[in-house]
Nanobody
Framework: VQLQASGGGSVQAGGSLSLSCVAS????????LSWYRQVPGKERELVAM???????TYADSVKGRFTVSRDNSKRTMNMQMNALKPEDTGVYYC???????????WGRGTQVTVSS
């Protein structure tokens, strides 16, 4: 069982980055996938979520700037981040959970740094 995130990096404010998360077989199809963000001293917060049917949910702070998608054939979740702000800085984690389940899965984080 594995979630592998990639695509983080450093960018200036106003720039764009794209994150990807590849899930191992068994924790993708039918699962709700999410991106969370964490900064030092704060709790991990939900950034974007996509259900198995494609319904998306976004944190208010990223609405209109971030777009989450999933490619079922590649077991991949992607997130396009545009118009990045310094407050978007953090470690981004991908997350997988069966909608009615208890157990969830976390990938290793990928660092996103936005400089002003």
């Amino acid at each position: 069982v594995q979630l592998q995130a990639s695509g983080g990096g450093s960018v200036q404010a106003g720039g764009s980055l794209s994150l990807s998360c590849v899930a191992s077989d068994g924790i993708f199809r039918g699962y709700t996938l999410s991106w969370y963000r964490q900064v030092p001293g704060k709790e991990r917060e939900l950034v974007a979520m996509i259900a198995s049917g494609g319904t998306t949910t976004y944190a208010d702070s990223v609405k209109g700037r971030f777009t989450v998608s999933r490619d079922n054939s590649k077991r991949t979740m992607n997130m396009q981040m545009n118009a990045l702000k310094p407050e978007d800085t953090g470690v981004y984690y991908c997350h997988s959970k069966w909608p009615t389940g208890i157990v969830d899965y976390w990938g290793r984080g990928t660092q996103v740094t936005v400089s002003s």
